[in-house]
């Protein structure tokens, strides 16, 4: 079975900084990678995904994602930060069944907090 | 287009009672997945539906089941509740055509407390 690893907890950051959030994952077979995003009493919106290519993704609000296969790494960056990006952000991957299926496995979260 | 769509929003059952939570998918969308959020227990995967079909479980007791109707909606329902099922419910609707490769759109969550 395949699994995530959010290496920080917390990211505390000023505003304006740059940031990056690392995530790690374990996996025999082809990989699709997600970064998502859940601010406060909301759901979770996809940032960016990785299903092949290049291994530099952009995604919304200026965030991108570097797929690493040799260090089994999809770290996710921003170069300056905003207030409105303090949320919670969760890296997950996609792992498919024979029958077409897939589920979902979740990073354990990393809470991003800019200060002003 | 609609986003997904939960029902209730907040929820507070007790101990033994049974639940029932509904989630609409956005138009079009043929997968519904069902995920428990807990602060101790993260993001877990609770089962995904496709055309009515149940094709991929996790890893939770019998107690907690589900249906998706042909017009895509689905509901999960959790049986004899227990304390530990205190959780946000989210639901995920996806178009079902690219797999495990779909990005999934989730609604705002269901929470429910159980008392």
């Known amino acids: 079975a395949q699994s995530v690893t959010q290496l920080d907890s917390q990211v505390p950051v000023f505003e304006e900084a740059p940031v990056e959030l690392r995530c790690n994952y374990s996996s025999s077979v082809s990989v699709y990678l997600f970064w998502y995003v859940q601010y406060p009493n909301q759901g979770l919106q996809l940032l960016l995904k990785?299903?092949?290519?290049?291994?530099l993704v952009k995604g919304i609000n200026g965030f991108e994602a570097e797929f690493n296969k040799s260090q089994t790494s999809f770290h996710l960056r921003k170069p300056s930060v905003h207030i409105s990006d303090t949320a919670e952000y969760f890296c997950a991957v996609s792992e498919g069944v024979q029958n077409g299926g897939f589920k979902t496995i979740f990073g354990a979260g990393t809470r991003l907090f800019v200060k002003a | 287009k609609a986003g997904v769509t939960q029902t209730p929003r907040y929820l507070i059952k007790t101990r033994g009672q049974q639940v029932t939570l509904s989630c609409s998918p956005i138009?079009?969308?043929?997968?519904v997945s069902w995920y428990q959020q807990t602060p101790g227990q993260g993001l877990q995967f609770l089962f995904e539906?496709?055309?009515?079909?149940?094709?991929n479980k996790g890893n939770f007791p019998g107690r907690f089941s589900g249906r998706q109707f042909s017009n895509s909606r689905s509901e999960m329902n959790v049986s004899t509740l227990e304390l530990g099922d205190s959780a946000l419910y989210l639901c995920a609707s996806s178009p079902g055509l690219a797999g495990l490769a779909d990005t999934q759109y989730f609604g705002p969550g269901t929470r429910l407390t159980v008392l």
């Open positions: 539906y496709f055309s009515e079909t149940q094709r």
């Open positions: 990785y299903l092949s290519g290049s291994t």
């Open positions: 138009s079009g969308h043929r997968s």
